[in-house]
């Protein structure tokens, strides 16, 4: 599965829009369905209005019908691996649990796989509301 995985972050992180930072990050994303959504970052010309490629690939998970994030992995260009950004973190968290799986890849493959816990640690989450 990470094989798979690894591939299709690399194929969307291939579509990214990333003209002024020219950094291309791809992700790739198993809901509950087993079903494997991508996305790449999209970057704009007002520089804020961009957004991640984590986000594409969760907005892909959601418009299909998926609630849940079984894992999670991130390609950029470097190699130095992609850790997901903050923000990113904590839209991954709305979806996932702390015991979540992410790895994180250089454009060789797979660097180092940890816990959403690992990333963003006493996290805030859906459950802190209800
Ligand atoms: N980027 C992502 O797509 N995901 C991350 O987790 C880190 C950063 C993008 C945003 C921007 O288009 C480019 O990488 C440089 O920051």
Known sequence: MTDELFAAACAARDRAHAPYSKFKVGA?????????FTGCNVENAAYPEGWCAETSAIAALVMAGDTKIIEVLVVGISPEPVTPCGGCRQRIREFATPTTTIHIAAPDGVQQSMTLADLLPQSFGPDNLS
């Open 28 to 36: 790739a994303i198993v809901g509950e369905s087993g079903r494997i």
